[in-house]
């Protein structure tokens, strides 16, 4: 079965520079969620889209923005990188039906952004 | 507010014992979701269960368990005869509402279980 998505797996940058995360939902999964989790830490919700349009918004800094394309994947950027934005960023997407509610998430296996 | 709670920062077993992973939850909400994840040494999150605040069921799968009890606002996991690939840090998850679909995880701060041969 096809899962979530995520590029690059790795990534390093300087500080102050610029990173794009990228996932690509499970087919016919509406909404996507960005999770950032640190080291030794557990996963803290960043921001969420359903059906392209932002739909809830969590711990997320100013210098970070995202957003959910036309084919429901979602790219998160992230601008002036510092040393504590150093974690593993996770996707994960789920679907939602009237017959079934809302369903649980599935992670990608996420992106580790170093910053040095 | 939403909380979740384990309160167990690091569990060692030896193989074939059974181990027990609490979570204590918070919410307002009538209705929401409790989910456990599992998240190896190689990073994934890879999910156990989901259950919603209606059904109260005990559930069993293979060497798996789960106990919810609303009353005390706990939902323990249980591995029966332990093995060393259940070596993990397990996260307890909870979703509030129904609508929508688009519910954030709030997680506890994990329990690292370590099952050593």
């Known amino acids: 079965a096809a899962g979530v998505i995520q590029s690059p797996r790795h990534l390093i940058k300087e500080k102050r520079e610029t990173a794009t995360l990228k996932c690509y939902p499970i087919p016919r999964h509406d909404t996507v969620y960005w999770y950032q989790q640190g080291p030794g830490q557990d996963p803290q919700f960043l921001i969420s889209?359903?059906?392209?349009?932002?739909?809830d918004k969590g711990s997320i800094p100013d210098r970070f923005s995202a957003q959910q394309f036309s084919d429901y994947h979602s790219e998160l950027n992230m601008s002036s990188l510092e040393l504590g934005d150093s974690a593993l960023y996770f996707c994960?997407?789920?679907?939602?039906?009237?017959?079934?509610?809302?369903?649980?998430?599935?992670f990608g296996p996420g992106t580790r952004l170093t910053v040095l | 507010a939403q909380k979740v709670t384990q309160a167990q920062t690091e569990i060692s077993v030896v193989e074939k014992e059974d181990v027990t992973l609490d979570c204590v939850y918070e919410t307002r909400d009538t209705t929401y979701y409790l989910f456990w994840y599992k998240q190896p040494p190689s990073g994934e999150l890879v999910f156990l269960i989901r259950r919603n605040s209606f059904d109260e069921q005990n559930e069993i799968s293979g060497r798996y368990s789960w106990n919810f009890q609303k009353s005390t606002s706990s939902f323990n996991f249980t591995i029966t005869a332990s093995q060393v690939v259940d070596s993990a840090v397990y996260f307890c998850a909870l979703s509030e509402g129904v609508s929508g679909g688009y519910n954030k995880l709030i997680f506890g701060a994990g329990t690292r279980l370590a099952v050593h041969p």
């Open positions: 889209f359903y059906e392209k349009m932002q739909s």
């Open positions: 994960a997407s789920s679907s939602y039906s009237l017959a079934g509610g809302y369903n649980e998430q599935f």
